[in-house]
């Protein structure tokens, strides 16, 4: 990034909107409003399309996870006449990097092309999901094709993957529950299924003789709502971790960080439901975009520039421009008129919404007013604390973690792989059916919410041994090791390991200045695109996004290779 | 494909409908000019493929298309290229009008008519198939279709067993799948297929519906094919003697001539004719017994070629009961003395049942006979009554030890793995409380587990039964019959099911010479049962019951007073069955609705006049026209009945005319609604 290519200046040089940064969240912002007429000026200082959300080979992974940490290139001096010039400064979202390849091989010339690794992984789409919502409303499914998810697993420290009972066709198949759970657990699904009926059909008609779960038992904690159904604790480990994702142990309410309540509970399983058979391809809930995630943010993109949005990567910007004269201030823009380019081009405004990583260091800040402080005010750097952070890692492994599948979730719950572990974690395995690796591998993600960076990192490598057969060289081997060496055997080798700890930062409305969220912990995009819908009514004066029917009738009847095209 | 609510045409819909229905008309009236003046070009065959896209239930286009194809083969049919090209074309055009609708009678004959020219190529059927079944996993049409092509491409029905698996596997609410596995699994158990052994796959088939069962109880496909699961653990093919009359090892008196009722002791019998009736009770409906696959070994004389009748409706020639007429009393006089009698059932082959199974065990029972000169006789034309006067049976329970059925393990039936699965059935649906399908599965289940274990704790189960059964009467109103006809049948089955429950019910009759009586009144049956167990019985007591029909009684051959009053008879058609039997002098049916309902639903199911080509000959038919008319269905019973004593009162058909009907078709009848009649 340092030696940028000539670009000629940008013509032109004022905008409604200047967006920073191509992640998810910036991408849909891009989209809706280039749709809505908007004119967007959308600059990414990296050389691909995604910021925190991209797929990259490993290298370019490597460096992005690095150079990240390190601050940009000073911005060249320079002090324009008319404005008053604010430095910007970035920080960096990744801490306790750390990469480390078993067989290097894996980056040699023939393999490096062939991976796509997502840096926000495990994450994976509901079919019934808002994001999917979103990208047909915009049309932007064209550009992205899915395959399913095939299996999910629920796992323990034994390195047992019993596979989740999600919908009934899985319940009749599950070897490992007996029948009075199957009947259960079923019974526990059709109340569901007769809740949402009874409160879709009381949405239009007030029809109070319908099956609905009582408005006291909807405040309840999820997890009391379950022992009272009554549903056994491996039943209701499996609903909560394994289908409702939730993060924290629910039996443990004092360390709980995110206590469900029945209401948010029955919602989460209602998505999960709505999600199986939606589209007729995809076999269970769970979509991945081939090519990987960082195709999502492209896709938006795309549409963006349809819109007539334009497009310049490479392109970091360096300075925000304030008016000088504070009495001048319009009310409406709060002094801020533009941005500074790594070029030194200068480009106007009426708004600007920044990558999550773009900060405004405090020694900037000194000098401003309290009126440009508070145009200023979500480019401050909260403490990290504050928002929580994700321990992510990611595996290439040769084999699978089960035999004869390719692409599947397993959640480990809290407490299942060791007596502290604090918060679910979740591992998505993604095959070469999805162009994420070469054919004899996969690509393993792992991820985990956590208090500080060795705690979460101890509890993925904790979720690695148990799926990946550990690197230790053969001399080293214990006697303890022989005896369950046949189990060992069958596990799967790594080759190639990233292990990197996430801060979270949430999307934040400033009036001029907004910023994007950057990617949570969640499994799917939901939260995000819920933030970005929300910025986006907050910036447009609560306007629909994608108001209008983009979707255009290209609806080729295409040979199938098993993917799944999403239409409306 | 289901579950789609039906939604109301808007306007606009409503005109486009109206636009394609007058295109069609045009194209249809086009067609039909071809059709008639036999225009086979290509333009004409286009119309019709185009109306076929369209419409495919087009019938008239198929047959059209048949001709047109029949007509093109017979120039070309050197030419195998040009066959397959126009047998392909054919293909397409179904295979287009499927995907307008998937449910097209026509457009799936005309497939396999295709097909069955044997000129094209079949490998792609499959694949389409399962396009089409992906598309609609549970329609029959398919289903059909698939059966069609794998006998045709002679794929193994151990592959499209695994097929089923799939199928089930992703929604196991499919009827259809479920059938084609049941009908896969009968051939190949029947077959003995490698790894396909009763007693290994069928407990697996239990634990796959189980899994159906309890994941979702209210699908009914689960239930049926747990229902054809007992059913092949509760049958066994081969069919086998049930019971006998006389049974093995009894010791039987024979008089001459006949007692008004019956005799005083169960093992005694008479008849005017001198000839007694030998029964043979088969558990399931057999053909081809005969005096050469039975054989009588004894010294009665004169049975040389006895004659075996199939105790069945008119010209059916299979049959549960069987029966031949042994005489005792021949022009030798023999009385006084004891004959041995050895019958051999299966003594060769060619007794098979109606399923095509042959009677494989050979099975030899052994009587004695012992042939009295002496009749006593009292008031021969005495009336029988059936009020009060009845003694608790006093006999030794031995007499009745004689009349115990062959045991089932008589026949090396391979019990044990069947006892077991319908053990651990039972253990898992007592588990499955309140619904109506789980108790009557669970009361089937006991009723098969009475049915192939031993005695010892029978009498538990049946409680048990009965209990059930009436928990479904009150639980499930619309189905109250069937659950009162099972009931009946567990409650006869427990009657019947060891000699001290069936004595309770066995009495002597004072009035009548100490007779004995089976008085099975009372019971609010509605069903007659366990028939076999019961041949012996010469004197039976029905009365208080709530009884449509005598189905089932007449394989008591012995049977010569029968007491049907105050029950639900609803016409003579309903007493169909005791033409049969010979024996029988005295029959109450008064206090039931014969003669209430004009239109008799059981009438259908019966010989009618119009069918019955020995109508205009008959002496009383021609002798009283029209109240056989208006009589026919008492008239077919009673003309075969040899009654001494009827009586009919509280009927709704009861009267004069009647009365006077009665006289002409039973002219031996002495008395007639207690009246001793005139003669």
Known sequence: ?568 | MHGRPRKAYKPEEEAASAAKAAKLRGLQSQFMANHHNKIYTKEAVDLSTKLLEINPEAYTAWNYRKLAVEDKLSGIESDPDLVKTILDEELRVVESALKQNFKSYGAWHHRKWVLSKGNSSVGNELRLLDNFQKLDTRNFHAWNYRRFVVELTKRSEQDELEYTDDMIGSDFSNYSAWHNRSVLLSSLLARKADGFLPNKKIPDEYKLVQNAIFTDEDDQSGWFYHLWLLDQTVNVETPLLTSSWPSHSSRISLYAGCSKGSFSKLTTFGSESGSFPLVLYFDQAVGGVSSSTVTIDSELKGNEDLVWEPVSKKNSQVSCVWVARLKYISSEPCFGKEYKVKVRVGNSPGIVSSRGCNFSASYEFVFTAHVHDTVEESSQDGIVSWKDGFDIWDAESKDLNALATLDRSNAQMDSKWRQEAIAEEIDLFRELPDSKIGKLTLARLLMAKAMISDDAVKGVHYNEILELYKDLMALDSSHYQYYKDEHSVALLRKVTSSTEDLSGHLFRCRNMNNSVCLRLNNLSLSRIASVEKLLFVQMLDLSHNELHSTEGLEAMQLLSCLNLSHNRIRSFSSLDSLRHLKQLRVLDVSHNHIGEHSVDTTRYLCSSPLSNSEWPQDEVGSQMPSLVTKYWDAYFVLRDLNLKQLDITGNVIAGDEFSSFVLQVAPKLVWLDGKKLEI
């Open chain 1, 1 to 568: 990034m340092s030696d940028l290519p000539p670009y000629p200046p940008l013509d032109p040089t004022t905008y409604d909107l200047i967006i920073v940064g191509t992640g998810v969240s910036e991408s849909i912002l891009s989209a809706a409003a280039s749709s809505s007429g908007t004119s967007v000026l959308h600059l990414d200082p990296n050389p691909f399309y995604g910021s925190h959300s991209a797929s990259l080979s490993l290298p370019d992974l490597t460096s992005f996870l690095h150079s990240n940490s390190l601050s940009p290139p000073p911005p060249p001096p320079s002090d324009t006449p008319d404005f008053l010039s604010v430095d910007l400064a970035t920080r960096s979202l990744y801490s306790s990097v750390e990469i480390a390849t078993f067989d290097s091989s894996i980056l040699d010339e023939r393999h490096s092309r062939k991976f796509n690794v997502d840096l926000c992984g495990p994450r994976v789409l509901f079919c019934a999901d808002e994001s999917i919502n979103l990208m047909l409303k915009s049309g932007s499914n064209n550009y992205v094709e899915f395959k399913s998810v095939d299996a999910s697993f629920v796992g323990d420290s034994s390195g047992e993957l019993r596979s989740v009972p999600d919908s009934r066709a899985a319940i009749f198949k599950d070897k490992s529950l007996g029948l009075m759970e199957k009947k259960q657990l079923m019974k526990f699904f059709k109340l569901v299924q007769a809740h949402l009926a009874a409160a879709a059909a009381s949405s239009t008609e007030s029809d109070e003789g319908a099956v609905k779960i009582a408005e006291e038992d909807m405040e309840s904690p999820f997890v009391d709502f379950l022992a009272k159904m009554p549903l056994p604790p491996k039943i209701k480990s499996i609903i909560l971790y394994g289908i409702a994702m939730v993060d924290y142990d629910q039996d443990n309410v004092e360390a709980c960080g995110d206590l469900l309540k029945t209401r948010e509970g029955i919602a989460r399983l209602a998505l999960y439901i709505t999600s199986i058979g939606r589209f007729s391809n995809a076999l269970g809930a769970l979509i991945y975009p081939i090519y990987g995630q960082g195709e999502l943010p492209q896709a938006f993109c795309r549409r963006a520039a349809v819109k007539g949005c334009i497009y310049v990567l490479r392109m970091p910007i360096t300075a925000l421009l304030l008016d000088k004269a504070s009495e001048l201030i319009v009310v409406e823009t709060g002094g801020y008129k533009g941005v500074r380019l790594a070029t030194g081009q200068e480009i106007f405004s009426q708004k600007l919404i920044l990558d999550p990583c773009i900060t405004v260091g405090s020694e900037s800040m000194s000098s401003l007013t309290d009126q440009q402080k508070e145009t200023l005010r979500v480019l401050v750097p909260k403490s990290i604390s504050s928002e929580g952070k994700i321990a992510r890692g990611i595996c290439i492994i040769r084999g699978s973690v089960k035999a004869d599948i390719s692409n599947a979730l397993v959640v480990y719950p809290p407490k299942s792989l060791f007596p502290e572990q604090l918060a679910a974690i979740r591992v998505l395995q993604l095959g070469s059916g999805l162009a994420v690796c070469p054919a004899d591998m996969h690509v393993l993600y792992f991820s985990t919410v956590c208090e500080n960076d060795d705690q979460g990192k101890a509890a993925l490598l904790s979720a690695m041994s148990t799926l990946i057969k550990p690197q230790v060289p053969e001399n080293l081997q214990s006697d303890s090791a022989v005896e369950n060496d046949t189990a060992e055997a069958a596990k799967p080798v790594v080759l190639w390991r990233a292990l990197y700890v996430q801060a979270m930062v949430k999307g934040e409305f400033g009036g001029s200045i907004s910023s994007a969220a950057s990617p949570d912990g969640n499994l799917s995009y939901n939260e995000l695109v819920e933030s970005a819908v929300k910025l986006y009514e907050q910036l447009m004066g609560s306007e629909e996004l994608f108001k209008e029917e983009t979707s255009p009738d290209n609806t080729t009847e295409e040979e199938n290779d098993g993917g799944v095209e999403i239409e409306a």
